[in-house]
């Protein structure tokens, strides 16, 4: 989530934490459907990526493959995700 979308959240739950106080039911749903609405937004993309990460990680997927630095890979045998992981920080190296 980036920052202008944590502001518009936090701008959301405030609405309805106010409605909430003054005992304005209406608004209050109104700003529930407006935060579900805006969070199903940002969660869609990132529902996507997770379908292809797990098509991607299926140990029975023979159709592609994800090429990482030999060392992440062989300290992560058990998950692509790991690897990935250590991959993206560099934590793969055998510690002396």
């Given at each position: 989530m980036n920052k202008d979308q944590?502001?518009?959240l936090r701008g959301l739950l405030k609405d309805i934490e106010l409605?909430?106080?003054r005992g304005d039911i209406e608004k209050c749903?109104?700003?529930i459907k407006?935060?579900?609405q805006f969070v199903s937004t940002?969660?869609?993309p990132l529902q996507k990526d997770k379908t292809r990460l797990d098509?991607?990680?299926d140990p029975s997927n023979h159709l592609a493959n994800?090429?990482?630095p030999r060392a992440a890979v062989e300290a992560n045998l058990d998950s692509l995700r790991h690897a990935i992981d250590a991959t993206m920080t560099g934590e793969y190296y055998p510690k002396d």
């Amino acid at each position: 989530m980036n920052k202008d979308q944590r502001i518009k959240l936090r701008g959301l739950l405030k609405d309805i934490e106010l409605a909430g106080l003054r005992g304005d039911i209406e608004k209050c749903d109104e700003r529930i459907k407006a935060t579900k609405q805006f969070v199903s937004t940002i969660m869609a993309p990132l529902q996507k990526d997770k379908t292809r990460l797990d098509w991607l990680a299926d140990p029975s997927n023979h159709l592609a493959n994800v090429q990482l630095p030999r060392a992440a890979v062989e300290a992560n045998l058990d998950s692509l995700r790991h690897a990935i992981d250590a991959t993206m920080t560099g934590e793969y190296y055998p510690k002396d």
